[in-house]
């Protein structure tokens, strides 16, 4: 090899390195955040590609007697990146952590290979196509039957969910694992008399993309199933809480009931009044679990899109909330002066609009005479812009900013689960819609639905 062959070589020698290095960190830095034991394998595999490569690269540079151990390093190191990788592999496809013991033999045998491969033929001038085979030839033939059985292990195992990096990632080890055997062929063909040129000048090239997609593709399978098991954990977190909520509503309405009738049934003034704080905490429990439901039904619900009437819409839950609401009701102003149709989803606008509603009249101002709760349509554009404005106690300016987070309260005044603006802002994104607020404690607060709309 010439000297500008032997300078390429070792440049994509180092950009492998380089490669090896940012991945094994990145696996690295993903165990420790998923706490996924294979990764950690898969970290170590990439190390192991590392020292390969710089081993490799040291080969070229380093007199011929100061070979031998760099020599048993790439021998050692090739097998421990392939093993590395069938441990994280099979710890994912088993969801069972590799015993300790099995993993110290399993390096001991390789220690053990390399250096029967090492020892073979070295220092003997006549062995020079032997010590080609072995440290060569049959490490090129293992690495990829390694990776062919990789191939098949992904594709019989149920644990790889099919996708598109699925199948990339598959490619990416096919191609390595028919790169290795070629590159066995030829030095099976060298070593039996056939003079096959072996492409030295290219193979940089080729093994820097090869390693290129495989890394890749790992990264882009493992984000893509860190994303799916969201999904399902979302999904059976969902379950679990629309189950249990649903299920414990059932006994709160019956020591609801049982609470009223002791209320009627006792004359003691003591116990009326043990029966109505046990009543007010069974209810702001009842509150909360409903607000759980409404958020998982609204997170549920497909999205169909409907001409609906305003009117209609604001007086039936006005008219719910009076049925449910024991004290007195702020009036209701319904402005009609605009169009009063629009188009949206029925299920999501009834769940925005009856908590921003139920806001009004929870948190409206008893010291007031003239309370009232004003909601009003109209159209900018292609836009609905829906307004509900009351003259309650308001909201403090520092509260503001924290108003739409879950389970938050910014005041005492009122029982409440502190769910009812968060569901509103996820039921409203889920509709391409935002909210707004403008308030000023002690004068009231409006808050602003912008509606992009959609008839389809």
């Not at 081993?55 to 048993?72: C, G, H, N, T």
């Amino acid at each position: 090899m010439n000297s500008d062959s032997i300078e390429r070589l070792l440049f994509t020698y180092m950009a492998q390195v380089l490669l090896a290095v940012i991945l094994s960190f990145l696996f690295y830095s993903y165990y420790k955040n998923y706490n996924r034991s294979f990764l950690k394998w898969w970290s170590a595999s990439w190390g192991s590609y590392a020292i390969l490569y710089i081993s490799s690269a040291l080969l070229f540079v380093l007199p011929i007697e100061q070979r031998d151990f760099v020599s048993f390093l790439a021998i050692f190191s090739t097998y421990t990146q392939l093993l590395f990788i069938i441990i994280g592999l099979n710890e994912y496809i088993l969801q069972l952590k590799i015993k300790p013991k099995t993993v110290v033999l399993s390096c001991l045998a390789v220690v053990v290979f390399s250096l029967i491969t090492y020892t073979i033929g070295n220092g003997d001038a006549t062995a020079t196509n032997l010590r080609y085979v072995l440290r060569v030839g049959i490490k090129s033939n293992i690495v990829g039957l390694g990776f062919l059985w990789l191939v098949y292990k992904i594709l019989v195992s149920k644990a790889f969910h099919k996708s598109l990096s699925k199948t990339f990632m598959l490619l990416a080890f096919m191609l390595y694992s028919l790169q290795q055997l070629w590159h066995a062929s030829i030095v099976y063909f060298n070593a039996s008399g056939y003079s096959v040129p072996f492409p030295i000048t290219s193979y940089g090239i080729i093994d820097l993309f090869s390693l290129s997609l495989i890394g890749i593709s790992m990264v882009m399978w493992l984000l893509e199933n860190e994303h799916n098991s969201l999904i399902r954990s979302n999904k059976e977190l969902d379950s679990f809480l629309y189950s249990t909520s649903h299920d414990l509503r059932a006994p709160i309405a019956s020591m609801l009931g049982l609470t009223n009738l002791g209320k009627i049934e006792s004359k003691d003034s003591t116990a009326q009044n043990y029966f109505e704080k046990i009543e007010r905490q069974l209810r702001k429990l009842d509150t909360i679990f409903g607000d759980i439901l409404s958020y998982s039904k609204s997170a549920k619900s497909p999205v169909k899109i409907s001409r609906l009437d305003f009117q209609h819409v604001v007086k039936n839950i006005y008219a719910q909330l009076k049925f449910s609401n024991s004290g007195t009701m702020p009036a209701l102003i319904i402005d009609d002066s605009f169009t009063q149709y629009f188009y949206s989803d029925s299920y999501l606008i009834d769940s925005i609009l009856s908590n921003l509603v139920s806001n009004a009249i929870k948190y409206s101002d008893g010291k007031k005479e003239n309370r009232f709760v004003k909601t009003s349509l109209h159209k900018t554009g292609k836009n609905s812009i829906i307004k509900v404005e009351d003259n309650g106690i308001g909201i403090n300016e520092d509260s503001l900013p924290k108003i739409f987070e879950m389970f938050y309260r910014a005041t005492g005044y009122n029982d409440g689960s502190g769910l009812g603006l968060y569901i509103a802002t996820q039921a409203a994104a889920r509709i391409n819609a935002t909210i707004e607020v403008e308030s000023t404690e002690n004068v009231g607060s409006t808050f602003t639905l912008i509606l992009k709309e959609n008839k389809k």
